[in-house]
């Protein structure tokens, strides 16, 4: 029986090499699983700040418009030629503003969803490689038990 110990403990050291690969396999997956999910879910807040700076500045532009048709109407001056001509230059500065909050934030949140797509697949790679490498431990474990009962005589192969 003591003979066959050292053979045992290989087989049960493999067994646990095996069962480590694919338990550092998962962690890995899931690591990268759940880095994915924070980066889907910054990408939909940067999308939602920006919608939000978007709305902040078209209504500060309109609260602007407001304040010119106040101003030219105290100061006695038609809102006509110049005045009109400003404030449609203000209007269009408010709209290139919002539109580039937009924009910006679509910029990062698609940054940020390419990033998490990339981690989606180190999540599918990590764990193909993990298995494989768990696999091939414990077949590389099992032909030295072989050769090594070949060795003594065990009748092993």
Request: proline content about 2%; hydrophobic content about 40%.
């Amino acid at each position: 029986m003591i003979q066959f110990l050292p053979m045992l403990m290989m087989g049960a050291g493999n067994t646990m090499d095996l069962l480590g690969g694919l338990q550092n396999a998962k962690y890995t997956r899931e690591t990268y699983r759940q880095r994915s999910r924070v980066l889907e879910m910054e990408a939909a807040a940067v999308t939602r700040a920006s919608d939000y700076e978007s709305s902040q500045i078209q209504a500060e532009g309109r609260r602007l418009h407001a304040r010119q048709i106040v101003q030219y109407a105290k100061s006695g001056v038609l809102p006509d030629g110049t005045p009109k001509l400003v404030m449609a230059k203000s209007k269009a500065d408010v709209e290139r503003d919002a539109a580039f909050a937009i924009e910006r934030g679509d910029t990062e949140a698609a940054r940020l969803r390419s990033q998490a797509r990339y981690e989606r697949k180190m999540a599918k790679a990590a764990n193909r490689a993990g298995i494989w490498n768990a696999a091939t431990s414990w077949l590389k474990g099992g032909s030295n038990m072989a050769f090594m009962g070949a060795q003594s005589g065990g009748g092993w192969g």
